[in-house]
């Protein structure tokens, strides 16, 4: 599976902007698909996911924020984020765990495929 982000970008503080990732195949009927982000000097972290089922799953820092979302007829998978915040400046890249459960839903160890990474960054 082979996936693109697209839609990064520059923004300021309070404004929005929306991220796409391009799967090359079918991914929404198993596992989940999910958001992380990577910021500078930091380590890479969970930031929202929908599983097969279209549930969805966030992390506290961005919940009520961001929203995730996907088309499964092109096999496309989104992330909304209004209310931009500085600390939301990162690297943020698409995964998918085909076999993956719920109590690893977090765990970047837990998804076998990545995207090549989008960069937003929020200015003050």
């Known amino acids: 599976v082979q996936l693109v982000e697209f839609g990064g970008g520059s923004v300021q503080a309070g404004g929005s902007l929306r991220l796409s990732c391009a799967a090359s195949?079918?991914?929404?009927?198993?596992?989940?698909m999910s958001w992380f982000r990577q910021g500078p000097g930091k380590e890479r972290e969970f930031v929202a996911a929908?599983?097969?089922?279209?549930?969805?799953y966030y992390a506290d820092s961005v919940k009520g924020r961001f929203t995730i979302s996907r088309d499964k007829s092109e096999n496309t998978l989104y992330l909304q984020m209004n209310s931009l915040k500085p600390e939301d400046t990162a690297f943020y890249y698409c995964?998918?765990?085909?076999?993956?459960?719920?109590?690893?839903?977090?765990?970047?160890?837990?998804?076998?495929?990545w995207g090549q990474g989008t960069l937003v960054t929020v200015s003050s």
């Open positions: 995964a998918y765990g085909r076999t993956l459960i719920l109590s690893t839903l977090r765990d970047v160890a837990a998804y076998a495929y």
């Open positions: 195949e079918r991914t929404f009927s198993s596992g989940a």
């Open positions: 929908v599983r097969y089922s279209g549930a969805t």
